[in-house]
């Protein structure tokens, strides 16, 4: 039988790795919005695992949506085209808000949704990313908590996805190169 962890490569970033680092995330937040209650705006697909580990270190009260941004299809490269739908009842105005996005790459993503949640009339938009790869970006965008930086490589798990697939990987890792052809 096959191991699930065939296609990986290698691990950047490991399961351990990533508890620590979002319990020093958590920590951080608590501290900024004490006495005040925010409202977690979580960028799907990619950022589903983070948002459901933080949220629960957070002993802030925190109110969650979803939005969801697409910008690839099922290449690597991004197209620049970001689309950005909401759910019904999102109400964003005067509202705390933290985004919560599982990468950041050319940042333009994030730039729409940051210009899309002020247009709502937001109170304040900070974000939150699990990942960043600094060396990507085409737009200036800077998260207020970054969980990692990792290199200019395409990676995968912890929610992240190639082609729809390996976001069930407790870690980030690399895939072998066949796997991206
Ligand atoms: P940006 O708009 O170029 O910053 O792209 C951000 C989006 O592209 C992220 O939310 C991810 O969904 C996706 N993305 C960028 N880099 C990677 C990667 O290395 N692995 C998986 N998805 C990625
Ligand atoms: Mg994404």
Same mark, same amino acid.
């Given at each position: ?23 020093? /995330?958590?920590? =951080?937040? +608590?501290?900024?919005? *004490? ?6 705006? %979580?960028?799907?697909? #990619? ?6 580990? /933080?949220?629960? =270190?957070? +002993?802030?009260?925190? *109110? ?6 697409? %910008?690839?299809?099922? #290449? ?106």
């Amino acid at each position: 039988m096959s191991n699930i962890n065939d296609p990986i490569k290698k691990i950047l970033v490991s399961e351990e790795q990533i508890k620590e680092r979002i319990s020093e /995330l958590a920590t =951080e937040i +608590n501290r900024d919005y *004490e006495g005040r209650e925010i409202l977690l705006v %979580s960028v799907l697909t #990619g950022s589903f695992i983070f948002v459901a580990d /933080l949220i629960r =270190e957070l +002993n802030i009260p925190a *109110e969650i949506s979803f939005l969801f941004a697409s %910008s690839y299809g099922s #290449g690597i490269v991004s197209t620049g085209n970001v689309e950005i739908h909401a759910g019904k009842g999102f109400e964003p105005k005067d509202r705390d808000i933290i985004i919560v996005e599982d990468i950041i790459d050319s940042g333009r993503t994030l730039e729409k949704m940051q210009a899309y949640l002020k247009e709502q009339g937001a109170k304040s938009v900070e974000i939150c990313t699990f990942l960043d790869k600094p060396s990507r970006r085409v737009v200036d965008i800077k998260a207020k908590y970054t969980g990692f930086e990792v290199p200019d490589e395409f990676v995968v798990g912890y929610g992240l996805d190639f082609d729809y697939k390996y976001r069930q990987y407790p870690f980030v890792g690399v895939l072998k190169n066949e796997y991206y052809e």
